[in-house]
C-alpha cells in the first residue's frame, strides 16, 4: 500500500497560540469594547489573514464577550 497523499501542511500550532495572544491584547486595549469585526480590521493591520469565524471561536474559548449599547429610546410628547 502506497501512503496517503498530503496536499497540505499542517499549521504550526505555535502560530495560533501568538494569533490568539493578539487577539487577546487588541479586545483589551479596546476597554472589551472591540467585536470580531473590529479586531478582523486591526489584525489586518498588522499582517494577519484570519477568518470571522476563527476569531470568534477563540473569543469563546477565551471568554471574551465584547460590551454593546443598547439603543436609547426618548419618548417625545
Known sequence: MSRALIYYERKNKREDKILEEEIV???KESR???GS???KVELS??????????IRVIM???GLV???TVKQFKVLK
Open 66 to 68: 465584547s460590551n454593546y
Open 32 to 34: 472589551n469594547n472591540y
Open 25 to 27: 491584547r487588541i479586545f
Open 60 to 62: 469563546k474559548l477565551r
Open 37 to 39: 469585526r473590529k479586531i
Open 45 to 54: 493591520k498588522i499582517g494577519y489573514q484570519v477568518s470571522l469565524r476563527k
